[in-house]
């Protein structure tokens, strides 16, 4: 089944989530959070046991959008879900709903998962992170901006200056001056900008 976010029903998507393969029942999980429908919770808290990490993955952060808090008992035993990835989405959806020490949990999932070898994992972890804007992953991101992939620097330049802590000031700017990557560079800089001019724009 095609599926888009306009065009596809509720009730098409829900089947999908229960009945579809592995990539259907993500796709499907994703546009159900989009829409925030609760009746969609059960469906996809039963996701959340597929075999696929991916699909998994994608439940849990449907939940988080959604909202609901019927889903913390189960986003928390998420959280040691053998897949680095699943345990980090679980993390930012009990943070989210706003499940107490949730926060915490997300950090330390989310700079577990920036070990990950696959650098789009690595870059989405870091991009996480920004918008938790914890303090405790300032020296992990500051870290990453040594990465290999100059995706993976953007984003955890682009996090350490939603953060905002005055001590990533130093390795931002030799890396807005030193990376290879032009992006990487404005975006150090950016950065940077943000940290030190309290209001520069996104």
């Known amino acids: 089944m095609s599926m888009s976010r306009r ?57 988080g959008l959604i909202g609901s808090e019927a889903a913390l008992p189960r986003l928390r035993e ?3 879900d053998c897949d680095g990835t699943v345990a980090a989405r679980a993390s930012v959806a009990l ?47 500051v870290t990453a901006l040594s990465d290999t992939s100059a995706l993976v620097r953007a984003d955890a330049a682009g996090s350490l200056g939603w953060i905002g802590d005055a001590r990533a000031v130093t390795p931002l700017s030799a890396l807005g001056f030193a990376d290879p990557d032009p992006f990487v560079r404005r975006v150090a800089m950016h950065a940077v900008a943000r940290i030190l001019i309290p209001g520069t724009p996104a």
């Not at 596809?8 to 592995?22: K, Y």
């Not at 789009?120 to 804007?133: F, I, K, P, S």
């Open 7 to 63: 065009s596809t029903s509720d009730e098409e998507l829900l089947a999908a989530v229960s009945d579809g393969d592995a990539e259907g029942a993500a796709t499907a999980a994703t546009i159900l959070g989009v829409r925030g429908d609760e009746r969609a919770v059960g469906a996809l808290l039963e996701l959340l046991e597929h075999p696929s990490a991916a699909a998994r993955a994608s439940a849990a952060t449907a939940l």
């Open 78 to 80: 998420a959280l040691d």
């Open 95 to 141: 943070q989210r709903i706003g499940d107490e020490g949730s926060e915490e949990a997300a950090c330390s999932a989310l700079i577990e998962e920036m070990c990950a070898p696959d650098p789009e994992r690595r870059a989405l972890a870091a991009r996480a992170l920004g918008g938790l804007m914890h303090k405790s992953s300032v020296d992990p991101l």
